[in-house]
């Protein structure tokens, strides 16, 4: 199974729970300060529109919680 957040409607529908901003696919730097912050590997992530926070993605499942928020900045 995939961890690709690539999933347009999905996607469209995804909103940060904490900011309400919309999400979209993260950038490989932006995978790599997560997994730095975070400490463990992360392989896809979905990040709010401003910047501050990725949701990892799981078994090709977005975990948008705010449980799971990674801080980016």
Known sequence: MSDSPNHPALNELLR???S???????TPEELGKAAGTSGREI?????SAD???LY???GGI???VAA?????N
């Open 62 to 64: 977005p975990l948008v």
């Open 43 to 47: 392989h896809a992530g979905l990040v």
């Open 20 to 26: 309400r901003l919309s999400l979209r696919p993260a």
């Open 51 to 53: 910047g501050l926070g």
């Open 16 to 18: 940060c729970p904490i």
């Open 68 to 72: 799971q928020r990674i801080a980016l």
């Open 56 to 58: 990892p993605v799981e």
